[in-house]
């Protein structure tokens, strides 16, 4: 190991120094934006890079000089800005270091002078904070005041301002006097604080928006229609600088420098940070991070790389296996960020991971034993195969899915939920294609002691609650906020989440709905023809007819459950967020980490860390006919799931490019059933034929000190629920200290008093054990300490098999999925 | 001194006393509040205000800011230097009163004309309706209700308007000024300069002989006036509320006055003695609107927080909360001991009764933007409000129908 890392070093020496010898040579420049329609009086920054040999983007606008060459129509300044000044065309000239770069500036007249609310002063009080969550615009208001979260219902905003409490926030006879301007200038007491600066431009736009009368907006006013953000992907040296511009792109083509009025976020904080004049400040780690920049409800990101010291040689991930697709994607990845991926792992380290993985069960010591033996070259893409025909499989998985899927019995009723789980069993022991699991439970109609998927419809009742969970659950997309408000950090309108919610509208319910606790009659669920419910947007009250995400208003024949319509677009080839978020979600289960992470929050604010790698897996899962067993091969059998857990020097930071396996602590009847397996004894679990193992648990609410503290789902929350994934100091303390657990190690028909009474000498008990927990032989030296426990003063057969089984469960390596 | 000032003299001000601190005086900062001294002096490190102001710190000042580290370091070497206190820079603005700065009016933009006030002659046969700067009288004794006087108050938003009992003045409030009319001729008998912001409800005392005014700058203390009319002598003059007075009644004996105002709170005062006799709290916003019921033991109340509530005068206990309005109400009056008319921010018209408590039991629809203020006949067969848009909206009663607006699309006006 050492050996190659040194050669790492050497080449890497050798490669960065070629690359800083072409850096005379070669200085090419770039600009943005390239050209610009601006109104006459606008004023517009551009941004000049320099990108380097190694493709690092430099900042140079402070070092450029400047020149138009028509400064009648255009002049710039240094620092890059331009005013535009009278119709006509002009080109400007940046010139660093004598490499020159142009850009063109076309300049229209100026419209009248007349303000409009939504697209001049919104973003002005945004910008001030005064729609901030904790401020006017909470729910209540503040002091009497009330703005929309963001902006976004200007027209309620603009009623608030205007006309509430008779115009008294507005005086146009003596704009100054208004309450509107007072407040933020502290020119009468504000419990928000100082938020606008007498006499700045924002208070002067807003001033001049007062004397003229305080316009909405005039009928041929453009319209909002995107943002962008530039640089939108950079490379970035360590503590570079990166001023961002955001332009706002209008209806009529028109574009506006709005740098100055936009929000930025930056998501990881410690990798770049950003100021409240959109320059982002890179800092010392390598990594990656986005900078969200949120301007009137629209939402852009840039993405920023700070690659790695050393730059590794390409010869190196070159000489990296590729068993499929998933392990060039991620080598490109690595490559970019200056990692260095770990080893491949063990054949004893992939047995036991793959079996945990793939079934939940920790691998027999026969098993383990065949495994090592094998001389087979395909041997653990073989037990892949094996281990995905194994019973063990469908409870596994259906219990993953259960967490999203299953009610609280408690309110749904027991009997439905029991319905529901074993659907849900029933389907991943047949491996039903996963667009038709999906479309089961989308169209789902019949009685809920029957029909499983009903269920689901019985526990979420309302249009919106349905929107929520399908969206979230199936599509990957958080559209919960967008039910009381524009989303934050997306694109997502309430006009996007009750159009989705309409699909849902006609939904029939008969017979006895919720009576909880006990739920204890069937309800029917289902669609009757020409009883077309409605979905109201809740802010204008109108009708809202069904729309997919991104997709066009549909047409229902009233005759037809409009859910049909849904269920055919999630499976359409094209439609990239259903197969994007199962595809990522088996992905986080199998890698300890989406490749979107939450897994269920897919929103431009929050990219993929591998989006090549996660459009590859969707198209594949899709040509697969949305197979899950064939997804899961498809991961098992990388070569990127075989790496060790072991960090190198250079991935030790990486949390989320897959340079090495992300060792696990494995769901709590996972563990319990690992328990089971290594004391030789079975759970006596309420509701469940004797002999059952946790996994085919359907009732989060029977009793459980050991799920309980290993993290099972609240049994009262709503799904999809989420479990606690961290260790914690209970669960040390139940597994050293638990009676239970003690009863267990004891049991006398357990594995520890059978090795005992057997007939195997203390070496074939410590190998057996160790191949049970550990999947592997004991090394000499564990062997050592292991028979000492059988050699010491007071010990019999009994206690020192029952404490070397103690210590195996107290043990990290038993603990995790490494 | 300034950065206390912008970022912490808002709550820990006298009035205030948010956490029983106040940051006026240097004393007042090494006393403290509930937390114990806010500095000590020389010694930053100690001091509970640096430590408040940290990124997570918890209480965190102020509560909805951060300052920046180079503000933080400055306050610390402030302390640590001794703490100087200015006390003359917190207490500038405050000396600064509006009052003692001339305000030149502009002409308003010709798109804003809000009917902010209407009022009713007791003949019933004259409605008063406030446009802008201008007021508009029409005649409702003939049924095309023609205008028979449009008054002018240049650049100055009429914000009140009063009739007095026998219908010989009518007076209006504006910016800082207050305007007496002959009723009948319609020429300026008097005028009360001088004030400190917007005159925002009127009335005459039953007698018509004393005027009763609400004044103040938004955002501050409001003052009552009373003057003796014609003469515009000052007869009395307090500080009511501690925020805009926004509607003001007067009881049928000339007994009771009622203020609501933007500080949330309903008053009730002895008008002769001018004392006040009780405060009514419940309303989660500001108060615009009052009404007292014609025999004067109902008093009716709403405002921002869009709840309707009503009020036994004598026990001054809330007897019903009604929730029948979406948005903020602008105006209420009684049509019957029953029914209390409303506007809405909504647009609509409304009739309540305390038997309905969530719905309305009429709504009257048609006006296209938002009411500012209500009138009903005392026959209780016509509704008046008064919209946005310039215009005063009417409808029959009986028929629920919106009969028309005035001024009519075809009477010419000024403005």
Not at chain 1, 301 to 328: C, E, G, M
């Amino acid at each position: 190991m050492r050996h190659i890392l040194l050669t790492f070093c050497a080449l890497g020496f050798v490669a960065s120094g070629s690359s800083a010898s072409e850096h005379v040579a070669t200085i090419s420049l770039a600009v943005w934006p390239e050209s610009a329609t601006l109104n006459a009086g606008a004023a517009q920054r551009f941004s000049v890079t320099r990108a380097d040999a190694d493709g690092f983007a430099i900042d140079v606008t402070g070092k450029a000089s400047f020149s138009s060459d028509h400064p009648d129509v255009a002049t710039v300044e240094s620092g890059g800005v331009i005013r535009a000044k009278s119709p006509g065309s002009a080109s400007m000239t940046a010139t660093v270091d004598g490499a020159t770069v142009h850009m063109s500036v076309s300049v229209r007249p100026a419209p009248p002078d007349s303000l409009s609310f939504p697209n001049d002063i919104m973003p002005l009080l945004s910008r001030a904070g005064c729609n901030a969550g904790a401020c006017h615009a909470k729910p209540a208001g503040q002091n009497g005041f009330k703005l929309s979260v963001f902006a976004y219902d200007p027209k309620s905003d603009y009623r608030a301002i205007v006309k509430d409490a008779r115009g008294r926030r507005v005086f146009p006879a003596a704009p100054e006097e208004s309450l509107l301007l007072r407040k933020p200038t502290l020119t009468v007491d504000h419990g928000g604080g100082l938020r606008l600066k007498k006499d700045s431009q924002p208070y002067q736009l807003i001033r001049r928006w007062i004397e003229q009368g305080m316009p909405y907006a005039s009928k041929d006013d453009p319209t909002l229609a995107a943002i962008e953000v530039h640089p939108r992907e950079g490379r970035y040296h360590k503590l570079a600088t990166q001023p961002l511009l955001v332009l706002a792109k209008y209806s009529d083509g028109s574009t506006r420098d709005v740098t100055a009025l936009a929000d930025f976020v930056a998501n990881e904080k410690e990798m770049a940070r950003v100021d409240e004049n959109g320059v982002v400040h890179v800092g010392d780690l390598p990594g990656e991070g986005v900078v969200i920049a949120r301007y009137m409800g629209l939402v852009d990101v840039s993405r920023i790389t700070v690659p790695a010291d050393q730059t590794l040689p390409d010869s190196l991930y070159a000489t990296l296996p590729v068993n499929n697709f998933i392990d060039s994607n991620v080598y490109d990845r690595l490559k970019r960020l200056g990692i260095a991926p770990s080893e491949r792992c063990t054949d004893w380290e992939f047995i036991r991971r793959a079996s945990l993985d793939a079934i939940g069960a920790l691998p027999k010591p026969d098993e383990v034993k065949a495994f090592l033996n094998d001389p087979d070259p395909d041997r653990r893409a073989k037990l892949v195969d094996r281990l995905l025909q194994n019973p063990l499989y469908a409870d596994h998985w259906a219990n993953k899915w259960g967490d999203l899927l299953r009610p609280n019995p408690f309110r749904a009723g027991v009997k439905s939920v029991y319905t529901l789980d074993q659907w849900l069993r029933a389907s991943f022991r047949q491996n039903k294609p996963f667009d038709q699991f999906v479309r089961e439970i989308l169209l789902a109609r019949g009685s809920t002691h029957r029909d499983g998927p009903t269920v689901i419809f019985r526990d979420r009742r309302e249009p919106a609650d349905i929107t929520t969970f399908i969206s979230q659950v199936f599509l990957g997309v958080r559209l919960e906020c967008a039910r009381c408000h524009h989303h934050p950090n997306e694109k997502w309108s309430q006009d996007d989440f009750y159009q989705f919610a309409a699909f849902f509208g006609s939904l029939k319910r008969k017979g006895q709905g919720i009576s909880a606790p006990i739920s204890g009659e069937a309800e029917f669920i289902g669609f009757a023809p020409g009883t077309t419910g409605e979905v109201r947007h809740p802010v204008t009250g109108q009708v809202m007819r069904p729309r997919v995400l991104d997709g066009p208003v549909e047409t229902i024949d009233p005759n037809r459950d409009p859910r049909e319509a849904l269920a055919a677009w999630i499976s359409q080839p094209d439609n990239l967020f259903f197969a994007r978020a199962t595809v990522n979600r088996v992905w986080g289960e199998l890698m300890g980490r989406g490749i979107v992470h939450p897994v269920d929050d897919f929103r431009a604010s929050n990219p993929p860390t591998n989006p090549a790698l996660l459009d590859a897996l969707a198209k594949d899962f899709i040509q697969h006919g949305y197979d899950l067993k064939h997804l899961i091969r498809t991961i098992m059998t990388s070569h990127v799931y075989e790496l060790s857990s072991i960090p190198n020097a250079y991935n030790v930071r990486d949390t989320r490019n897959f340079s090495r396996f992300y060792r696990r602590r494995p769901a709590a009847e996972v563990a319990l059933d690992a328990v089971c397996d290594l004391t030789g004894t079975t759970e006596n679990l309420q509701g469940l034929a004797p002999g059952s193992r946790a996994v085919q648990v359907w009732n989060n609410r029977l009793d459980s000190d050991f799920l309980d503290a290993f993290g099972r789902p609240n049994p009262s929350a709503d799904p999809p629920c989420e479990r606690d994934r961290d260790s914690s100091v209970v669960q040390a303390l139940h597994l050293m200290n638990s009676t239970r657990l003690a009863g267990k190690i004891e049991n006398p028909a357990g594995r520890a008093t059978q090795l005992a009474k057997s007939t195997r000498t203390p070496q074939e008990i410590v190998t057996e054990l160790y191949l049970s927990a550990y999947a592997r032989y004991p090394t000499s030296s564990e062997m050592a300490i292991a028979l000492s426990a059988y050699a010491a003063k007071d010990a019999t057969r009994q206690t020192a098999t029952e404490d070397l089984v103690w210590a195996l469960i107290n043990s990290a390596e038993f603990v995790f999925n490494h | 001194m300034t950065l206390l000032r912008e970022n912490c003299l808002a709550c820990h001000n006298p009035e205030k006393r948010k956490g029983k601190l106040v940051l006026i005086s240097r004393a007042g900062a090494l006393k403290g509040g509930e937390n114990g001294p806010a500095l000590i002096a020389g010694k930053s490190a100690q001091s509970h205000m640096i430590a408040a102001l940290a990124d997570d710190a918890d209480p965190h000042m102020p509560p909805k800011g951060q300052l920046t580290p180079d503000e933080i370091a400055l306050l610390k070497s402030w302390i640590d230097a001794g703490a100087i206190w200015d006390e003359a820079v917190l207490t500038a603005p405050k000396l600064v009163s509006s009052t003692t700065r001339p305000i030149p009016l502009r002409p308003l933009p010709a798109t804003y004309h809000p009917v902010l006030a209407i009022a009713l002659s007791s003949d019933q046969k004259r409605l008063a309706m406030s446009r802008g700067d201008h007021i508009l009288v029409f005649d409702l004794s003939r049924k095309d209700r023609p205008l028979t006087l449009e008054l002018v108050t240049p650049n100055d938003v009429v914000q009140s308007l009063a009739w007095s009992g026998d219908g010989r003045w009518l007076a209006s409030g504006g910016f800082r000024r207050l305007r007496l009319w002959d009723g009948q001729s319609a020429n300026p008998v008097g005028e009360i300069a001088g004030l400190t912001g917007r005159v925002t409800a009127l009335a005459f005392t039953p007698d018509g002989q004393t005027l009763v005014a609400a004044e103040g700058e938004a955002a501050s203390p409001a003052m009552v006036h009373l003057w003796h009319v014609p003469d515009a002598q000052p007869i009395a003059s307090w500080t009511a509320h501690a925020d805009s007075i926004l509607a003001l009644k007067i009881s049928g004996d000339g007994t009771l006055l009622a203020t609501a105002g933007a500080d949330k709170l309903v008053k009730l005062w002895d008008l002769p003695a001018r004392k006040e006799l009780a405060k009514l709290e419940g309303h989660a916003g500001p108060v615009m609107a009052l009404a007292l019921s014609a025999d004067g033991t109902q008093l009716a109340s709403a405002g921002a927080d869009k709840e309707l509530k009503i009020w036994k005068v004598k026990t001054r206990e809330q007897t019903a909360a009604l929730t029948t309005h979406p948005d903020p109400v602008t105006d209420l009056a009684w049509v019957d001991p029953k029914t209390l008319l409303s506007t809405c921010e909504d647009g609509l018209a409304r009739f309540s009764s305390e038997s309905s408590k969530e719905r309305a039991t009429r709504t009257f629809t048609g006006a296209p933007d938002v009411l500012y203020c209500a009138a009903v006949s005392k026959d209780g067969k016509m509704i008046y409000a008064g919209c946005h848009d310039g215009h005063v909206y009417v409808w029959s009663v009986a028929g629920g129908k919106l009969e028309g607006k005035l001024p009519t699309d075809e009477q010419p006006v000024k403005r």
